[in-house]
């Protein structure tokens, strides 16, 4: 939002430096983000609390001069010379815009046109080069004739990026006076927040001003009187939605002229960042920037013609399945059935709120105006320029839902400014349909609720003062105040949130610099465990310990994209998706239903940034049930692994690329860490995972999840490199089951241990897991560990056979064990191995 300190100060009396009205801003909630310095003094000193620029007019260079006679250059016939009066005499200056050659040659001007005038020495922008750089007016020769001194286009003063010809001001400009008291200003740009569309306007932001300062607000005032018949029966009004539109206003205005606006309402609009076109179009554009209230204006003449002759009927309505719109940026729009247009009998004129249609525009030929103003479902308004790309001055404020007490108030104000600029006469009355009023939030607050919150005692009468000043209306019982929220809002809210919001009120405009800090009052809430989340966190912790980078992905996707995660020739019954009603993207349509899709999409990114990826997401799943509105959410463990075993060291020449088995690792590490025991590992499949190198993880007869190499056919749809890539993708929830909060913890050994290798062999389809077992059952509480470190196969053994080399360690907790101790363990390990598993020794 840009406002221009000249038109602010129409609706109250400011007098603070430049940069104190930017604070005073910023501190009532309209953060400055800019202020640029136009013709006014710029602010002294070289350090500033806020990004300013600009360029000042001294007053002795810039001035309003006014040319008397345009005469033709004697040796160009695209340069003109202007007789021209500064208030301290006649001079004549070289010139070659084009808005002066149809004054050139005619003699004496009957009404002398009023300029902006830059004295010889004035430092000010080229207007014939790009962007903004400073020159300064030196004494020249131009084609035999001496130039001093110039008349200014906008770019030249630094208004506007308007260089094809010079300003014209208006006609009661005093010649002589500076021109920056004539016209300098300083326009303030600051980022409107969502929930205060209100200060999206010149008024909205005088308001806050005036109540921050204590002054009064002027309004803004209807200037030319009604004189034209009724309104009545020259149009109609039909709703069809009144949740999709709640109110419609209509006003007329006969017997207008499409002409430029005055020059001081082109400036402002400028300096506000709209450009002006006409009269009548600029009137809606000033009043929209005024008010907050969108306007559009129909070609009156058109619509009836549309009608066959007779009063036009204004229809709003959703879109017929195929229908389209060509817009005023003549761009055709494919329409969504949801989208809500403004028309008539013959068919659709404008996207409701947004933006108006080709054919019923206003044109200089217009010379009756029909000016519609309306209130839109802020939600609608929001999907529709989502899904047309449209963007629009009106769909902004739109979509930040607008208060339908303006719609009448845009109007009239309107109304009087096309009148007023553009010639005409007014309508008598307006056609105002209102099928669903909107009730204005009452809240109840009372002082004890004022001093618990911010810590600080306001007396009630000031309470009340401070939210009279933004023009809510108060009521004051005892020691409740009733609050009633000001026709111009709707962000106040009602119950224990119309509470929080008002209180924000009192809080802003007492000043937040002047609430002292405090320590809380209140007793604190009895502080309770989150055990599902420590747990996470504690899973967490563990991964990043293991060497794992976590990451967090988008929990939107596309069907499409989880596709991937199935070979090409693996047909699947189709699964449900939630479905997104307004996606941010194309990409974006679904929720997911497992991480694995997005954790290899990163992969793919990085894959070939860095040599070694251990990569783990934490997050939600989204399974639809049937006959239920909110799917299921549970929680998932998501790891990918791929590229080097170890990362290159100067000292050490470790190569080899990560497989089945570092994945393993890291699985079986994460779960000792968490003393999650007794877990099994047994062949798995898993459309994604390579057949025979994939492996379910199992404690009992619960699945915590499934891990493996990814398939070759998947592996090719994604842009991976040739190495393998290990993934998995784990039950948190059942992860979390199984998590003891408690666990046994041992003290340090003080006797030593007794290290034992044991080789045996066994059949080629015994897991080796299986053997574990039976050694761990066997050796029962002195057995402290033991490790698979070898395998071996060949003609040695036999066919069929393969052996299996374990590292076993004995130790006892309150004795060194004896040789003897150590050959009854041994002899009962072999025993339970031949005994269960028919193994063998190896010799």
């Known amino acids: 939002m840009q406002v221009p300190l000249s038109w602010l100060k129409d609706y109250v009396d400011v007098d603070l430096p430049i940069e104190e009205l930017a604070r005073v801003m910023t501190m009532a909630g309209m953060e400055v983000e800019a202020i640029q310095v136009v013709g006014l003094p710029m602010p002294e000193g070289e350090k500033h609390e806020f990004k300013i620029s600009g360029l000042s007019w001294p007053e002795d260079k810039f001035v309003v001069a006014q040319i008397n006679e345009v005469l033709p250059h004697p040796d160009a016939d695209r340069l003109i010379l202007c007789k021209l009066d500064d208030g301290q005499g006649e001079r004549t200056v070289l010139t070659g815009a084009p808005n002066l050659y149809e004054y050139k040659g005619t003699g004496p001007l009957d009404k ?30 131009i084609r035999g004739v001496v130039s001093d001194s110039m008349v200014c286009s906008e770019k030249e003063l630094g208004i506007s990026e308007e260089h094809e010809g010079v300003i014209i001001l208006d006609d009661d400009a005093p010649t002589g006076m500076p021109l920056a008291e ?34 009064p607000l002027r309004q803004p005032q209807l200037t030319v009187p009604v004189t034209g018949p009724s309104v009545e029966g020259q149009a109609f009004i039909e709703i069809t939605d009144p949740n999709l539109n709640p109110r419609f206003v209509l006003g007329l205005v006969k017997n207008v002229e499409a002409r430029p606006s005055p020059y ?58 195929g229908e389209s719109l060509v817009t005023l940026d003549d761009v055709e729009h494919k329409l969504e059935p949801y989208t809500i247009l403004v028309t008539d009998t013959a068919g659709a004129l404008s996207l409701a709120g947004i933006m108006g249609g080709l054919e019923s525009e206003v044109t200089p030929e217009t010379n009756n105006v029909l000016l519609e103003a309306a209130n839109w479902n802020f939600i609608n308004v929001r999907k529709t320029m989502k899904a047309d790309h449209l963007s629009s001055e009106a769909g902004y404020r739109f979509s930040r839902d607008l208060h339908p007490e303006l719609a009448p108030k845009g109007v009239r104000l309107g109304l009087d400014r096309i009148a007023l600029w553009s010639g005409g006469e007014i309508a008598e009355g307006l056609v105002d349909v209102y099928p669903k009023p909107y009730e204005d939030p009452v809240v109840e607050i009372t002082g ?127 699964v449900d998706y939630v479905r997104l009603a307004n996606p941010i993207a194309a990409d974006r349509t679904v929720l997911r239903r497992t991480l694995l899709n997005q954790m290899l999409e990163v992969v793919e990114r990085n894959v070939r940034q860095r040599p070694h990826l251990a990569l783990f997401e934490v997050g939600a799943v989204f399974l639809p049930i049937e006959g239920e509105l909110l799917p299921a959410e549970p929680r998932r463990l998501a790891l990918a692994m791929t590229g080097q075993r170890f990362l290159p060291a100067w000292d050490q020449n470790l190569k080899g690329e990560m497989d089945f088995f ?23 499949e898993h459309t994604s995972f390579h057949p025979g190198k994939c492996a379910n993880v199992w404690r009992g007869d619960v699945l915590l999840g499934t891990f493996g190499e990814l398939h070759p056919l998947v592996k090719e749809r994604f842009d991976l490199e040739k190495a393998p890539v290990l993934a998995a993708e ?114």
């Open 264 to 321: 001081w309402v082109q400036r402002r609009l400028r300096l506000a960042g709209t450009r002006p076109i006409n009269s009548i179009i600029d009137a809606t554009n000033y009043c929209m920037l005024e008010v907050n209230e969108p306007l559009h204006s129909f070609d009156y003449d058109v619509l009836v013609k549309r009608a066959g002759g007779k009063a036009p009927t204004i229809i709003t309505r959703s879109a017929n399945p």
């Open 448 to 574: 004890e609720y004022v001093e618990r919150s911010l810590g600080i005692h306001i007396p009630i009468e000031m309470i009340v003062e401070l939210l009279t000043r933004l023009e809510f209306e108060c009521r004051v019982e005892g020691q409740t105040i009733f609050v009633k929220s000001p026709d111009h809002r709707t962000d106040i809210g009602r119950g224990v949130i119309g509470k929080a919001d008002v209180l924000e009120e009192v809080a802003r405009l007492y000043g937040f610099d002047n609430i002292p800090a405090s320590r809380i009052a209140d007793e604190l809430p009895p502080q309770r465990r989150n055990e599902s989340l420590e747990r996470e966190e504690r899973l967490r912790d563990v991964l990043a310990r293991l060497g794992l980078q976590e990451i967090i992905t988008y929990r939107f996707t596309t069907p499409e994209a989880e596709e991937r995660l199935v070979p090409p020739d693996v047909k699947l019954p189709p």
């Open 182 to 215: 004539y016209m300098g200003d300083v326009v303030y740009t600051f980022e409107v927040l969502p929930n205060m569309v209100r200060d999206a306007c010149i008024v909205g932001v005088a308001r806050e001003i005036a109540a921050v300062l204590d002054k």
């Open 112 to 141: 002398p046109l009023k300029v902006a005038y830059a004295r010889l020495g004035s430092v000010l922008y080229d207007g014939h080069k790009p962007g903004w750089e400073l020159t300064k007016l030196k004494k020249a020769r």
């Open 662 to 684: 570092d994945l393993k690792g890291v699985v079986e590490s994460m779960l000792a860490e968490l003393h999650i025991e007794d877990v099994t590992y047994a062949p798995g």
């Open 730 to 843: 784990l039950d948190v929830e059942a992860l979390l089951r199984q998590m003891p909060m408690r666990f046994e913890t041992v003290p340090v050994p003080v006797y030593p241990p007794v290290l034992e290798d044991l080789a045996v062999v066994v059949d080629e389809a015994t897991p080796a897991a299986a053997v574990l077992d039976v050694i761990r059952k066997a050796g029962g509480k002195l057995l402290e560990g033991v490790f698979l470190f070898d395998i071996f196969r060949g003609p040695q053994i036999g066919a069929g056979k393969k052996s299996l080399a374990y590292s076993l360690i004995y130790r006892s907790p309150d004795k060194t064990l004896s040789d003897k101790d150590t050959k009854k363990l041994r002899k009962k390990v072999i025993y339970m191995l031949e005994k269960e598993l028919d193994a063998k020794l190896r010799s």
